[in-house]
Structures are given as structure tokens and as C-alpha cells.
């Protein structure tokens, strides 16, 4: 297994590969390109053979589409493999320097996404932080292990049951135990790491008990904390410094353990908080980070992380892949990442 090397090289990317035409705007990952045809056959709803990369609201996105489609002459075309796709004249520019990638969880059927590499972060300062792979190996083991030949045999099986069979519902425990060596998918969440410490708001948080050990994460969006549950390894005593980086998104339902302080925007209702001390190398950085916020920023967060003590708030798991989730959704079927099932 190959993993990216993210502290070189923002934007933390697998190998990646032209389209037919170098000229083409938008690349593709190796892994994207190798399960691109199936993706295609299985798609729902199936819109036709071919792909329509193109600028939206959002961002950059991919659809797919019938040949028709991107013969219009506005189109420019390539292909990635056998697969054709197009881009409109238009969105060039645009769209210049976006991969084509494949991911690979939650569990169910992969899908495709165009991405523009460093994107700005939600908020502002951005963390700029570059990810330690071997701090991160010490927190999450279970993202470098490989495969064991009975993972590979049912991955290859439960692969074809989803193309084939178009199974629904939760997967049932050969799934759980695929889960522990999904390569793709461990990949993908050490990326996600790396992208999350380079472009995520960055925001002080606060060791808020020392027994159990609970930090505080701040959010200048929700102007609030979300409470992490951190391991007793890390040492952390209580009044700790730490820097948080954070993503947020919008959801039917808010998350449980959201809270909005009296500056708080609410614009998100999902928030996914990275403590990032304990995955970076990069001291310097933390130190201006930690010397940026003013003084009434940490008493804020002591005293809404004490707050939420007070009230008996349930902590999140804290370690930094696990830490998207709210406590109260951590059982939940579908709620996979890529080292096994949240429990």
C-alpha cells in the first residue's frame, strides 16, 4: 500500500494521472481510473456512460451523462481510460488543476468527486499545519495495517455483491471485519487528515479535566466548544493549550452535541474538530497559532469547556479521525471509517 506524502506536497494526493489529452483541465487518481468503468455500469441513477465535469455552487462536481451531451461543440473532450468525459468551455479555467477522485466510504456504493486541490479553509486563520505520518500511525494504527489474505478474498466479494447485487440495508459482520483493511478507505482518511490540519479553521481549545481527559475545542463559528475525549497516553494535564482545526457542513439534522454561543453563526449544524498538537510536527506554527488568539478567546473556551462539565455533557472520541462523529451517533450501522466500525 502506498501512502501520500503530505508534508511535501499540499494538496496530499494519491498518484494521479493525465486524461488522453495532457492538455485536458482535469486529472485523475490511479485509484479513481481503476474502478471508473464499474462505477459507471452501477451507477443510480444511471445517466449514461460518459462524465460531465463541470463548475457548480459548491465547487467543482462530476455527473455522468450521455455521449450526446459533450458532443455539443462547446465541450472539450478527453478520456480517462475507456471512459470519455467532458468539460465545457466555460469552466476551463475553472476547473484547471482539479483531480477526478473516488471514495470509497461511507459504506455503500463509492462515488466519484472532482476536487480543486488547497481549497480555502471554512473560516479563517487556516491551520497550515503539515501532517506527521508516524504521529499519526502512533494515534491510528489501524490505518497502515494491510490486508490478510481472508480480507482480500472478501473484500473482492463483498466489491462484486455491491456492483452486481446492488445490495442495501447495513453490511453484516464480514463487512465490520473487511472495514479493518479497507486500503483505499485508509488512505483516503490519512489524506483527509492532511487536508483537514492545511485548511481547516484554526481555533484554541483547552484541556478542561485532567481525570478523565477532556478537552475543549473551540469553534469561532459556533462561538462554543465541542468536548473530546482524549487518551490517558497523551498526557494531557488540565489548562493544557491545544489547537483545534475545524470543518463544518449542514445536515437535515443537527448534531446532538452542537451548541451555539451568543456570537455563534449558524449557518453550520456539523462541526468536525482535528486536535492537531498531537499529529504535527510543526512547533512553530502551533506556537504563532496559540500566540495569535487573545487572551479572552481562552478564557472563553475554559469556561464554556467547564460549562459543558457542569451539564454532563457526553465528550467525543477525540482521537482525530474518530473525533467527526457526536458520541451519541458512535454505534450507528452506517457510520464506518476505515479502521473497522465506530463502537
Known amino acids: 500500500m502506498e501512502y501520500p506524502f503530505p508534508v511535501i506536497d499540499p494538496p496530499f494526493l494519491p498518484k494521479t494521472a493525465d486524461a488522453a489529452d495532457t492538455d485536458f483541465p482535469v486529472r485523475i487518481t490511479k485509484r479513481a481510473r481503476r474502478a471508473l468503468y464499474w462505477h459507471l455500469v ?109 480480507t482480500a478474498a472478501a473484500g473482492l466479494y463483498l466489491t462484486a455483491r455491491w456492483w452486481f447485487a446492488q445490495a442495501d440495508g447495513p453490511p453484516g459482520w464480514l463487512a465490520r471485519r473487511v472495514a479493518l483493511r479497507d486500503q483505499d478507505g485508509q488512505a483516503q482518511a490519512i489524506e483527509g487528515l492532511a487536508g483537514h490540519l492545511w485548511r481547516g479553521e484554526a481555533c484554541p481549545a483547552v484541556a478542561v479535566s485532567a481525570d478523565p481527559p477532556v478537552v475543549a475545542a473551540y469553534s469561532d463559528e459556533f462561538d462554543h466548544v465541542t468536548l473530546l475525549r482524549v487518551p490517558r497516553s497523551w498526557g494531557l494535564k488540565a489548562g493544557a493549550r491545544l489547537v483545534a482545526c475545524n470543518t463544518y457542513d449542514v445536515f437535515p439534522e443537527a448534531e446532538p452535541d452542537v451548541a451555539y454561543g451568543p456570537a455563534g453563526r449558524r449557518v453550520w449544524n456539523s462541526i468536525w474538530p482535528v486536535l492537531a498538537d498531537p499529529i504535527t510536527d510543526d512547533a512553530d506554527r502551533l506556537a504563532a497559532l496559540k500566540a495569535g488568539f487573545p487572551p479572552a478567546r481562552w478564557d472563553r473556551v475554559q469556561q464554556a469547556g467547564d460549562e459543558r462539565l457542569r451539564n454532563g455533557d457526553r465528550p467525543r472520541d477525540g482521537r482525530p479521525w474518530l473525533s467527526q462523529v457526536p458520541a451519541a451517533l458512535q454505534k450507528h450501522p452506517w457510520l464506518r471509517w476505515p479502521g473497522g466500525y465506530l463502537r
Open 42 to 150: 452501477t451507477a443510480q441513477p444511471y445517466r449514461g456512460p460518459c462524465l460531465r465535469i463541470h463548475l457548480a455552487d459548491g465547487g467543482p462536481a462530476v455527473r455522468t451523462c450521455d455521449a450526446d451531451v459533450i458532443r455539443d461543440p462547446d465541450y472539450v473532450v478527453s478520456r480517462f481510460g475507456t471512459i470519455s468525459a467532458g468539460v465545457h468551455e466555460d469552466d476551463i479555467d475553472g476547473l484547471r488543476g482539479c483531480v477526478l477522485d473516488r471514495y470509497c466510504y461511507p459504506p455503500g456504493m463509492p462515488v466519484l468527486a472532482a476536487r480543486r486541490p488547497g481549497g480555502p479553509g471554512d473560516g479563517a486563520p487556516p491551520g497550515r499545519l503539515r501532517l506527521s505520518l508516524p504521529k499519526v500511525k502512533a494515534v491510528h494504527p489501524e490505518l497502515f495495517r494491510r490486508p490478510s489474505v481472508f
